[in-house]
């Protein structure tokens, strides 16, 4: 049974605390439902009067108009509605005087306005946009997308470079720790992975660490994704995801609510995130603190009545404390990829996916008496360590060729490597009584330099979650 957060799979039990700030703290955009309702029937009643009048103002001249409004600063969503109600259009409320600009707005509003508009020319401004290859959409564009235009405080006017989402297709936002565990990133790019060969959309913010991981094995994987920025879509942040940028550009889409130029700053995230979640079907939670600005998305898909899942972690894990305080919550519980794309297809029977030709060929995790499950080895043919890293190979085979055991002790000593940090002596324990401490430290130094181990602080040793040259992470024994 649904209440008013959506379905059971993203419900918050009664009597349950929440986690994280609420969505209503950001733009006041609140929990009142007849507000909100009220006013997406006043954005889709301006968007049907809007298309009334298409035959009267060129669909491009309407879009400079629009452009001129979306970047007038301090002038947001609600202000935006409040002028657009006023004049009936955007070029209507160029032309606007300064009495009437103060019968809706205060006086600081109305001087900034006027200040503003005086400077901007609208076709040269406009037409500079387009010769950057930046497109616009706004609330009366066939094009903004429908998901988002339902969500309390939509966003006015979106950039992007690319394309938008596909309303068609399933799309699934996958959010989580920056400063990600190796089991955060293994799960994160199994399951882009895995999202890319069945042809899902992607959505995420491009940061570093989940999101830009899930995002990056989605595209290598022969999929699309989108990512939501919090500056202008010319600018690409974090500075070290380049190359993700630039695919994502190529393979789906770069958008933004925030005008070109916009450098990044930390009151545009939360807006960021709303859009992030209001461009999904379904919002994945892999690794978050409990007091994770990964949960502010969390309260916002919840506002906008997505599905909500998290990804387990151990009781002991800091990095799993925000992912399992929602599964107590009553949020879906994400085990596998192959159970969330099978419950994807009952809650979303008409959402299409494209299964491309990587999939075709087989999946890659395999299915034990438990049901379908992440393999315990992970893939040896994993993208390169998440946002652009070097390609997995084995310096001594050749590039670009997977990396393999020498002989039946290496392959024993890799099997007994998981993705939290043990030390030699845990990990000597499991293998035959004869190995030596020294044996199994020199076998776990040329794991470190195949990239198929990492050290993680002195004596402790895990699996690397992306097999790729020599790597070393400071990281505690108890992390």
Known sequence: MEDSYGSVAGAVPNGADKIGNSAADIENSG??????????????????????RAGDVPEEERKAYAYWLNSVPGIGNRKAALILEKFSSPRAAYAGTEKEYASILGAKDTANLLSFTEKWEVEARYANLREQGIRFVDWDSHEYPRRLR???AAPYGLFYLGALPEEALLSVAVVGARECSEYGRYVAMEFGKALGEYGVCVI???????????????????????????????VCYPARNKAIYRELIQRGGVLSAYPPGTLPKPNHFPPRNRIVSGLADALVVIEARRKSGTLITVDMA?????????????????????????LRQGAGVFLSPQDFLDEMKTLFPRKAVRVNAAARQGVFY?????????????????????????EARNPENGEGKPWKPENDLEKSVLDCLDFYPQSVE??????????????????????????QALQAGKGYFLKSAFP????????????
């Open 150 to 152: 339902e969500i309390p």
């Open 302 to 326: 919840l506002e906008q009545g997505r599905e909500v899942y998290a990804a387990p972690g151990r009781l002991t894990d800091r990095l799993s404390d925000g992912c399992n305080r929602l």
């Open 31 to 52: 929990n009142d439902r007849k507000s909100h309702a009220d006013a997406v029937e006043k954005r889709q009643n301006h968007a049907e009067r809007s298309k009334s």
């Open 468 to 479: 790729s040259a020599s790597h070393s992470f400071p990281l505690s024994p108890h992390s």
């Open 366 to 390: 395999e299915k034990g008496a438990a049901g379908a499950g992440f393999s315990p080895q992970g893939d040896r043919k994993a993208p390169p360590r998440g946002n652009g890293g070097e």
């Open 426 to 451: 845990q990990i000597r324990a499991r293998l035959p009584a004869s190995r030596t401490h020294q044996e199994t430290m020199l076998i776990l130094m040329r794991l470190c330099m195949a990239g």
């Open 204 to 234: 995420s913010g491009m940061a570093r660490g989940i999101d830009g991981i899930a995002q990056e094995a989605a595209l290598k994987a022969g999929g699309v994704s989108y990512g939501v920025l919090g500056c202008g879509v010319d």
